[in-house]
T-cell receptor, first 114, second 110 residues
Framework: NAGVTQTPKFQVLKTGQSMTLQCAQD?????MSWYRQDPGMGLRLIHY???????DQGEVPNGYNVSRSTTEDFPLRLLSAAPSQTSVYFC?????????????FGPGTRLTVL | RKEVEQDPGPFNVPEGATVAFNCTYS??????FFWYRQDCRKEPKLLMS???SGNEDGRFTAQLNRASQYISLLIRDSKLSDSATYLC???????????FGPGTRLSVLP
């Protein structure tokens, strides 16, 4: 199993550019989510999905879109990049259902917006 | 007030020391609790779940006090390899999303 994979590992964008961060998992997990991590603030939930075709907003959704057309893939789109979106982005997945299912994370994407 | 708060750290301790981390959460309806470990520039990984009765995994002991909305992690006989940031994580009251604390950084010194 590859687990949770993310691409790219690093990205530099100019203000106003758009891009898609890719996330895939091969564990057949129903639940997938995107977080951003900024110094001193911990991980904050951007969007999440409880299954194919179902997405919902987290704590900090503005400026981001997601879709979940398959169980495996959960891309995150930045519509018009802003310097405030400079961050490390983590995708995660887990089985839903019980309360103590482990959440697995991808290796992260380090994004800089100039 | 943040939903999950942790000791600000950093903690610098010698090898072999015992160190304790504290965490408080604001949502009394939170469903489940975890400690994750994050190495520098890496993704978080599950260290241990925290059950109501408290639980132990080798040198690591986790405690939960629901009445005080308080979680702790005790590390005994610290190793250099324990150097990392420890994240307190709480499942929301819908049993759906994780809420992360800001983390406490630990450096174990030779």
């Amino acid at each position: 199993n590859a687990g949770v994979t993310q691409t790219p590992k690093f990205q530099v964008l100019k203000t106003g550019q758009s891009m898609t961060l890719q996330c895939a998992q091969d564990m057949n997990h129903e639940y997938m989510s995107w977080y951003r991590q900024d110094p001193g603030m911990g991980l904050r939930l951007i969007h999440y999905s409880v299954g194919a075709g179902i997405t919902d907003q987290g704590e900090v959704p503005n400026g981001y879109n997601v879709s979940r057309s398959t169980t495996e893939d959960f891309p995150l789109r930045l519509l018009s990049a802003a310097p405030s979106q400079t961050s490390v982005y983590f995708c995660a997945s887990r089985y839903k259902g019980t309360l103590y299912n482990e959440q697995f994370f991808g290796p992260g994407t380090r994004l800089t917006v100039l | 007030r943040k939903e999950v708060e942790q000791d600000p750290g950093p903690f610098n301790v010698p090898e072999g020391a015992t160190v304790a981390f504290n965490c408080t959460y604001s949502n009394s309806a939170s469903q489940s609790f975890f400690w994750y470990r994050q190495d520098c520039r890496k993704e978080p990984k599950l260290l241990m779940s925290v059950y109501s009765s408290g639980n132990e995994d080798g040198r690591f002991t986790a405690q939960l006090n629901r009445a005080s909305q308080y979680i702790s992690l005790l590390i005994r006989d610290s190793k250099l390899s324990d150097s990392a940031t420890y994240l307190c994580v709480v499942m929301d009251n819908y049993g759906q999303n994780f809420v992360f604390g800001p983390g406490t950084r630990l450096s174990v010194l030779p």
